[in-house]
């Protein structure tokens, strides 16, 4: 059980997250004398129980942190490399030319967990146990089922039942899937949890107890149950059955860690993303080749014009384009970042732009010549990317795309964090029973094509789509903001920091303004697919707007009213006061404060 500390009255401070009972976690840990920090562990494990579809314990999270202390902003890399038996050659052996977006193949290292730990244990107040037992009482006890998370189960069942008995067992109770408003609970996670727990404290010392549960994971019982289990073969969504690549050696060579953020002066602010192991430059990109049209850009009573979307549409296709050519987890992606950034670049980029919907069109940063995967001709016109709602689009298969949850925090000290937990998703890959979750399938991103930025290799990251942000103004930390949606994360953001930015809406206004996407992503889940002319919007831009982006040659899908982005934010003036908003669509997201 948490327990309180009495030299301490208590955290002033604002969270907000994709769902309620996260939320209310941090609340509760900020209002017993816990920080941002603590606040943000304690939320990310209940998110794992609150929103199993949507992310787990052997997930992945990146984040963007700033402490009170030092008010230049760290990344933290919670994402797992592939195994050491995850090569290109590999999956040609299996006659596969993609990797499946379920099963076990696509699993990196699990990264969740240490993360949140190392983040904990550096810049953390509080004892494992006191964050972790918030999520080991609802996994105990149960959480309410939502209805999208009975959707998504009543959509794998038949795959459960037939090809993995684990995940039945687990989210099948008495064979149908958990009803809407019931209690759902996980007891092998709670005893999990408990057990690494009881294995961290044979130490002495906050600190050492919580190495003490890294080891635990990544060299103990857990590797070793999960090395055991990949051993097996599932069915996929290749349509065969394979064991998995991961191993416990590889668990036990991977700890998180922290790197240097990309920091880029974007008007009077300076925006924090995650470097080219993440799309997160693409965020960048896109706002600096719209500042080259800042005259063109408006909103009218919070709604954005024609030409605003048209042109922030036509600017994302740019910069994603050059995210497929040149983004990955390699030096060489990393040194081209600033030359996808440079002044010279972006008017060549902007120059692109027209009065007419394009298709996708990698550029020559640097003069380097581009190269798209070769795939992506077959890819064409198929469906991909997430659900409207950055919720799960999911086959029977278990095929995922874009499952993900959000969370920032912001305390009264000046300590702040985005994070964007993500993988380990219940529907994708089969439950290890013993220890309560499955395995990730983040390695369905890269590709198998060689030569690439992101081509497969062991020991490499994936180019993840999620993207925590940040952003400083004179100097100091700001805004913290984020939100679910795979491929769509820096394009609702982006509708996001130009409603606040641009159209001077506060941070619920901006959240709540009409979005947009393009569907001419190629997407980053199974199987690939892009749209190349595809755009979905809220109809709340109206009609007439609608009517002028056909004008333009979008392929225009309205999503309703109120369906696209999840996103969530929290802000600190240079007075102390604090704010935060969280997404209406969907109805869990929720902020809270004091």
């Given at each position: 059980?948490?327990?309180?500390?009495?030299?301490?009255?208590?955290?002033?401070?604002?969270?907000?997250?994709?769902?309620?009972?996260?939320?209310?976690?941090?609340?509760?840990?900020?209002?017993?004398?816990?920080?941002?920090?603590?606040?943000?562990?304690?939320?990310?494990?209940?998110?794992?129980?609150?929103?199993?579809?949507?992310?787990?314990?052997a997930g992945q999270v990146p984040a963007l942190l700033v402490t009170a202390d030092?008010?230049?902003?760290?990344?933290?890399?919670?994402?797992?490399?592939?195994?050491?038996?995850?090569?290109?050659?590999?999956?040609?052996?299996?006659?596969?030319?993609?990797?499946?977006?379920?099963?076990?193949?696509?699993?990196?290292?699990?990264?969740?967990?240490?993360?949140?730990?190392?983040?904990?244990?550096?810049?953390?107040?509080?004892?494992?146990?006191?964050?972790?037992?918030?999520?080991?009482?609802?996994?105990?006890?149960?959480?309410?089922?939502?209805?999208?998370?009975?959707?998504?189960?009543?959509?794998?069942?038949?795959?459960?039942?037939?090809?993995?008995?684990?995940?039945?067992?687990?989210?099948?109770?008495?064979?149908?899937?958990?009803?809407?408003?019931?209690?759902?609970?996980?007891?092998?996670?709670?005893?999990?949890?408990?057990?690494?727990?009881?294995?961290?404290?044979?130490?002495?010392?906050?600190?050492?107890?919580?190495?003490?549960?890294?080891?635990?994971?990544?060299?103990?019982?857990?590797?070793?149950?999960?090395?055991?289990?990949?051993?097996?073969?599932?069915?996929?969504?290749?349509?065969?059955?394979?064991?998995?690549?991961?191993?416990?050696?590889?668990?036990?060579?991977?700890?998180?860690?922290?790197?240097?953020?990309?920091?880029?002066?974007?008007?009077?602010?300076?925006?924090?993303?995650?470097?080219?192991?993440?799309?997160?430059?693409?965020?960048?990109?896109?706002?600096?080749m719209l500042d080259g049209f800042a005259d063109q850009l408006s909103y009218v009573?919070?709604?954005?014009?024609?030409?605003?979307?048209?042109?922030?549409?036509?600017?994302?296709?740019?910069?994603?384009?050059?995210?497929?050519?040149?983004?990955?987890?390699?030096?060489?992606?990393?040194?081209?970042?600033?030359?996808?950034?440079?002044?010279?670049?972006?008017?060549?980029?902007?120059?692109?732009?027209?009065?007419?919907?394009?298709?996708?069109?990698?550029?020559?940063?640097?003069?380097?010549?581009?190269?798209?995967?070769?795939?992506?001709?077959?890819?064409?016109?198929?469906?991909?990317?997430?659900?409207?709602?950055?919720?799960?689009?999911?086959?029977?298969?278990?095929?995922?795309?874009?499952?993900?949850?959000?969370?920032?925090?912001?305390?009264?000290?000046?300590?702040?964090?985005?994070?964007?937990?993500?993988?380990?998703?219940?529907?994708?890959?089969?439950?290890?029973?013993?220890?309560?979750?499955?395995?990730?399938?983040?390695?369905?991103?890269?590709?198998?094509?060689?030569?690439?930025?992101?081509?497969?290799?062991?020991?490499?990251?994936?180019?993840?789509?999620?993207?925590?942000?940040?952003?400083?103004?004179?100097?100091?930390?700001?805004?913290?903001?984020?939100?679910?949606?795979?491929?769509?994360?820096?394009?609702?953001?982006?509708?996001?920091?130009?409603?606040?930015?641009?159209?001077?809406?506060?941070?619920?206004?901006?959240?709540?303004?009409?979005?947009?996407?393009?569907?001419?992503?190629?997407?980053?889940?199974?199987?690939?697919?892009?749209?190349?002319?595809?755009?979905?919007?809220?109809?709340?831009?109206?009609?007439?707007?609608?009517?002028?982006?056909?004008?333009?040659?979008?392929?225009?899908?309205?999503?309703?009213?109120?369906?696209?982005?999840?996103?969530?934010?929290?802000?600190?003036?240079?007075?102390?006061?604090?704010?935060?908003?969280?997404?209406?669509?969907?109805?869990?997201?929720?902020?809270?404060?004091?």
């Open positions: 059980m948490f327990t309180t500390r009495p030299e301490l009255a208590g955290t002033t401070g604002m969270i907000a997250s994709t769902h309620w009972l996260g939320s209310a976690t941090g609340m509760a840990v900020l209002e017993a004398g816990g920080n941002a920090f603590d606040a943000a562990v304690a939320a990310g494990f209940v998110l794992q129980v609150a929103e199993p579809h949507l992310n787990g314990p030092d008010p230049r902003p760290t990344a933290l890399c919670g994402q797992g490399v592939a195994p050491a038996a995850a090569t290109p050659e590999r999956f040609a052996e299996l006659g596969l030319r993609l990797i499946p977006g379920s099963g076990l193949l696509p699993a990196t290292v699990p990264g969740a967990w240490d993360a949140w730990l190392l983040l904990l244990r550096d810049h953390g107040t509080l004892r494992l146990r006191d964050v972790l037992g918030y999520a080991i009482g609802y996994a105990e006890r149960g959480v309410v089922v939502l209805d999208r998370m009975t959707e998504t189960i009543r959509t794998v069942a038949e795959l459960f039942r037939t090809h993995w008995p684990g995940s039945a067992e687990l989210w099948l109770p008495d064979g149908r899937p958990p009803e809407p408003g019931t209690l759902h609970r996980n007891p092998a996670l709670a005893r999990t949890w408990q057990r690494l727990l009881a294995e961290a404290e044979r130490c002495t010392g906050r600190e050492a107890q919580i190495d003490a549960a890294r080891r635990a994971w990544s060299h103990g019982f857990v590797a070793e149950a999960v090395d055991r289990f990949t051993h097996q073969a599932f069915r996929d969504d290749s349509g065969s059955a394979h064991p998995g690549l991961l191993s416990g050696d590889d668990m036990a060579l991977w700890s998180a860690g922290y790197e240097e953020p990309l920091i880029t002066e974007i008007g009077d602010w300076s925006l924090v993303k995650c470097g080219a192991w993440t799309q997160g430059p693409v965020l960048t990109q896109q706002l600096l009573d919070g709604v954005p014009t024609a030409r605003t979307v048209h042109l922030a549409v036509e600017c994302a296709k740019l910069a994603f384009a050059d995210r497929e050519a040149w983004l990955g987890d390699t030096p060489e992606a990393a040194a081209t970042v600033p030359d996808l950034l440079s002044a010279d670049y972006l008017r060549q980029r902007r120059e692109l732009v027209a009065d007419a919907a394009a298709d996708l069109r990698p550029g020559s940063p640097g003069g380097r010549q581009a190269r798209l995967p070769a795939v992506l001709a077959e890819t064409r016109g198929l469906a991909g990317g997430v659900g409207p709602a950055g919720e799960p689009t999911v086959r029977a298969s278990g095929v995922t795309g874009g499952d993900t949850v959000h969370l920032d925090v912001v305390d009264s000290r000046g300590n702040m964090i985005s994070a964007t937990p993500s993988g380990g998703w219940l529907q994708s890959s089969p439950t290890i029973s013993e220890l309560g979750f499955c395995l990730d399938t983040r390695a369905q991103m890269f590709w198998l094509e060689e030569g690439l930025p992101n081509t497969l290799a062991p020991g490499k990251r994936p180019r993840i789509t999620l993207s925590p942000s940040m952003a400083l103004r004179g100097g100091q930390p700001r805004l913290a903001f984020g939100t679910p949606g795979g491929d769509q994360q820096d394009q609702w953001q982006l509708c996001f920091w130009l409603a606040h930015v641009l159209g001077g809406l506060n941070l619920q206004e901006a959240i709540d303004a009409p979005a947009w996407h393009t569907t001419a992503v190629p997407s980053s889940f199974a199987p690939r697919g892009w749209t190349p002319l595809g755009l979905e919007v809220e109809s709340r831009l109206g009609q007439s707007t609608i009517d002028t982006l056909r004008e333009y040659g979008h392929e225009v899908t309205d999503a309703g009213p109120w369906a696209l982005g999840r996103l969530s934010a929290v802000a600190r003036e240079p007075s102390g006061i604090l704010r935060g908003a969280a997404n209406p669509r969907g109805m869990q997201g929720y902020a809270a404060g004091r």
